[in-house]
């Protein structure tokens, strides 16, 4: 177990890691290891963990959480879209409260295509860009249409209020724009060789995290969900064909010419990270902050961002992570990861989620 002081606040909090730097759970900002270390973690009670799916030992990402808290992690090869070429998921829970990251969607919203049979059909894959079609929805929208699936048979689901999430990506939004301005540039070279034209429009990002109610069992429950939404236009030109009629040539000696270019409107967009908390009135208030907490230090692997760069699907099993901790006698030994940390499968995901509070 290593020990790590905040740069900024000076909290000092534990981390199953030898690294250098971490993310302090309570501010965000960087935290150095210590160089004689405290028995307190913080005042808090916070650690940071690591989130190790079982199934190919891949740690999917890290985060604070209460120490009090269990929490589990999965990767599945569920290939949503060419930009997410497989599903991570992480949850904690403690006495009947859950909180979950999700890898989020991605959709193309075709507004005019120059390509002759690509017809836009909500919700089905488009054959060239292998992404589902779906018309672009505001962030609250979005959030809204995926909120009745994590909570399954309830009563009364209802928004009661909306804000920013504080994420990464919402608090640091130039980071979350210069990704997709380096996605689009990685597109545009599909057509360097072509006649097409590439063009993009300057990326747009919003964070939205909307508060629900809802009955489940005759008890008043509620949730928290929010995303990390990002997209950008571009679009597709090819040269018209010139007709030289009389028209044409009465055009041309007048110097205007009637070749223009017919173009294409194109929009990627959808989320990166989606987040929930689902508990009831009795335990918000202390999960809550917990949430806040866990969304603000929540990072994604680097590993698994260059496998969703490269569309890089899990098939093989690596072993699992280790680091090298000293104990009190100062004899290295080595630990997993894991710690609490156990393999989900879909089922366990899904009823993880339905059966909170029953």
């Known amino acids: 177990m290593a ?53 190919y030992g891949y740690t999917i990402a890290s985060a604070t959480l209460p120490a009090s808290w269990n929490y589990s992690a999965q990767i599945q090869n569920y290939a949503q879209s060419k930009a997410e070429p497989f599903l991570t998921f992480v949850q904690a829970t403690r006495d009947g409260s859950t909180i979950f990251a999700k890898s989020g969607e991605n959709f193309l919203d075709i507004r005019n295509s120059i390509i002759q049979d690509e017809v836009f059909r909500e919700g089905q894959m ?5 992404t589902p079609m779906m018309t672009m929805k505001s962030g609250a929208d979005y959030v809204n249409s995926i909120a009745p ?19 990464y990506y919402g608090q640091n939004s130039d980071v979350l724009k210069k990704k997709l301005t ?21 990326a747009v990002t919003e964070f939205p995290l909307v508060q629900y109610t809802f009955t489940r069992n005759r008890k008043k429950g509620i949730m928290l969900l929010g995303a990390d939404m990002g ?9 018209r064909q010139q007709t030289m009629n009389m028209m044409g040539l009465l055009s041309n000696l007048m110097g205007q010419s009637t070749a223009g270019m017919e173009t294409g409107i194109y929009i990627n967009w959808g989320s ?25 230090t929540y990072r994604v692997d ?5 496998r969703k760069a490269n569309g890089t699907a899990f098939t093989t099993k690596q072993t699992r992570n280790t680091t090298t901790v000293k104990n009190t006698q100062g004899v290295n030994r080595q630990q997993t990861t894991t710690n609490n940390n156990q393999s989900l499968n879909v089922t366990d995901i899904l009823m993880s989620l339905l059966n909170i509070n029953k």
């Open 272 to 296: 990166r990270n989606v987040f929930g908390l689902i508990t009831d009135e009795e335990h918000f208030n202390d999960d809550v902050q917990a949430f806040i907490n866990f969304v603000k």
């Open 182 to 202: 380096a996605e689009s540039t990685e597109l545009s070279k599909q057509f360097a060789s072509s006649q097409v034209k590439y063009e993009t429009i300057a």
């Open 3 to 55: 020990y790590y002081k905040c740069t900024r606040c000076n909290t000092q909090f534990e981390f199953d890691s030898d690294r250098e730097a971490l993310f302090c759970p309570l501010c965000g900002s960087t935290a150095r290891m210590t160089t004689a270390p405290r028995k307190t973690v913080s005042v808090s009670g916070n650690k940071n963990v690591s989130f190790v799916d079982g199934t």
């Open 126 to 130: 488009d054959q060239y860009f292998s």
């Open 231 to 239: 997209a950008y236009e571009f679009h597709l030109s090819v040269a």
């Open 149 to 167: 699936s994590l909570l399954g048979n309830v009563s009364g689901l209802k928004v009661m209020d909306s804000t920013t999430l504080p994420s």
């Open 302 to 306: 680097k590993d698994i961002e260059n």
